[in-house]
């Protein structure tokens, strides 16, 4: 049983940064972040393989957020820049040990407790 646990949110005003860490209890062979806004369904971040270092991102993220690794740690990041009140969200750290189709949380088996981003305007 991998477990999994999120740290680095908070409150930002639009515009700012943030950068959120999720660490793996054991072995991972991909990573990713997701997020759910009230009364929205739960998308996908950005995930990477830890292995080879390939990374997806999905739309909202592409050009303003950055997921990086530190394989020795199973740890991964997610710099968060230029961000929005559309940004406000639970964030979610998963971690499969097989294969991840991109972006689909089903690929993943466990999921941390998420934590809270929120962007004022």
């Known amino acids: 049983q991998v477990q999994v646990m999120e740290s680095g949110g908070g409150s930002v005003q639009a515009g700012g940064s943030l950068r959120l860490t999720c660490t793996a209890s054991g072995y991972a062979y991909c990573m990713g972040w997701f997020r759910q806004a009230p009364g929205k369904e739960r998308e996908g971040v950005a995930q990477i393989y830890t292995g080879s270092g390939s990374i997806n991102y999905g739309n909202s993220a592409k050009g303003r957020f950055t997921i990086s690794q530190d394989k020795d740690s199973m740890t991964v990041y997610l710099q968060m820049n230029r961000l929005y009140p559309e940004d406000t969200a639970i964030y979610y750290c998963?971690?499969?040990?097989?294969?991840?189709?991109?972006?689909?949380?089903?690929?993943?088996?466990?999921w941390g407790q998420g934590t809270q981003v929120t962007v004022s305007s």
């Open positions: 998963a971690a499969s040990e097989g294969y991840c189709y991109t972006l689909r949380e089903q690929s993943y088996e466990y």
